[in-house]
C-alpha cells in the first residue's frame, strides 16, 4: 500500500458488514490507531489479523496527532478505525485528518457501515436531502433550544441519542415539531434491531410501555410538511414553459416541489 492514513468502516453491530477491502487494508497497514485498541482487538481476532494497534481517542487527540503524522512522513500506511461505524461520524479524527492533510500525505477513505445511512435509508422518510445532526446536549434546555433552531430545516434529520434520554427527548421533539413523522432506529444490524415509527408522542409511548430502553439508538425526523401551491398542475407547468424552462424539467420541477411522481404530473396535463 502507498503510505497514507486510511479511514476504515467497521461493523456497526453484524461483523459480516465488513468489506474485502476493509480486511485487507487492516492486514496490510503497519499500525492500526483505534478508539478503543480493546474494541477494536476482537475485530481483529475474529478475522485473524494479528497488527500492532495504538489508542486514538479525544483523551489523546492532540499527543497522538504528532506522533502518528511523523510515522506517515517516515513512510508508514495508518489505519484509522472507531469502536463501530464509520470513522470522524461523532467520533475521533478530525484533528488527524486536517493535520495528514495540511502535511500533504494521503488520506484515504475506505467506506463501509454507517449507523446514519442504515437508520436513513430504512426509516421510510425523504432521502432526496438530509441532515446528520450528531448527538443532541444532554440538558433539557439546551436540547430543546436546538431543536428549535433546527425547526426551519427542509429535510430529513438524523440525530443519536442515549436509551436513558431518549424518552426526555421524544418529549422535546413533540413539543418543538408537533405531528411530524419520526422513526427510531435502535440496535441497527444487532440481534434485537428494530425500527418504531409514528409521532414522536406515539414512539414515546411505546418506548415508556417498557421496562427499559437498551442499545444503540438513531433517531430520524422527517420535514415538515409544505403548503402545497394553489396553482393547478397544468397551469404550473405552463408557466415555467413559458419562461423558457423545457417541458420535461418543469414537470421535474412540479412534480418536486408537490411530493408527486413526474408520471402522475405527466398524467394531470395530458388526460
Known amino acids: ?18 468489506t474485502l477491502r476493509a480486511l485487507r487494508v487492516l492486514r496490510e497497514a503497519d499500525l492500526i490507531a483505534c478508539e478503543d485498541t480493546r474494541q477494536t482487538g476482537k475485530l481483529l481476532a475474529h478475522f ?7 489508542s486514538y481517542h479525544d483523551h489523546n487527540e ?9 510515522k506517515l512522513e517516515a513512510g508508514a500506511n495508518i489505519a484509522l478505525v472507531s469502536d463501530a461505524g464509520t470513522p470522524l461520524v461523532s467520533d475521533p479524527g478530525y484533528r488527524l485528518v486536517t493535520a495528514v492533510i495540511a502535511a500533504g500525505i494521503p ?18 422518510l425523504p432521502t432526496d436531502a438530509f441532515r446528520f445532526c450528531g448527538f443532541l446536549p444532554a440538558k433539557a434546555g439546551q436540547r430543546k433550544k436546538a431543536l428549535e433552531e433546527l425547526r426551519g430545516e427542509d429535510c430529513t434529520m438524523i ?3 442515549a436509551p436513558h434520554r431518549i424518552l426526555d ?37 411505546q418506548l415508556a410501555a417498557r421496562a427499559s430502553v437498551k442499545g444503540e439508538i438513531a433517531l430520524v425526523i422527517g420535514k415538515g410538511a409544505a403548503a402545497l401551491p394553489d396553482t393547478p398542475i397544468d397551469q404550473a407547468v405552463r408557466e415555467l414553459e413559458q419562461k ?28
Open 62 to 70: 492532540a499527543a497522538r496527532t504528532r506522533e502518528l503524522v511523523a
Open 169 to 205: 427527548t421524544l418529549t422535546d421533539v413533540a413539543a418543538v415539531y408537533g405531528e411530524r413523522p419520526v422513526v427510531i432506529a435502535r440496535e441497527l444490524t444487532k440481534l434485537h434491531e428494530e425500527f418504531l415509527r409514528g409521532t414522536a408522542g406515539e414512539v414515546r409511548a
Open 244 to 271: 423558457g424552462v423545457p417541458r420535461m424539467d418543469a414537470i421535474k420541477q412540479v412534480a418536486r416541489e408537490r411530493g408527486l411522481s413526474k408520471r402522475e404530473v405527466y398524467k394531470t396535463i395530458t388526460g
Open 107 to 124: 488520506v484515504v477513505p475506505v467506506p463501509g457501515a454507517s449507523a446514519v445511512l442504515g437508520a436513513l435509508a430504512a426509516a421510510g
Open 48 to 54: 485473524g489479523i494479528d497488527k500492532p494497534m495504538v
Open 1 to 18: 500500500m502507498t503510505a497514507a492514513l486510511y479511514l476504515v468502516a467497521t461493523p456497526i453491530g453484524n461483523l459480516e458488514d465488513i
Open 159 to 161: 440525530f443519536y441519542e
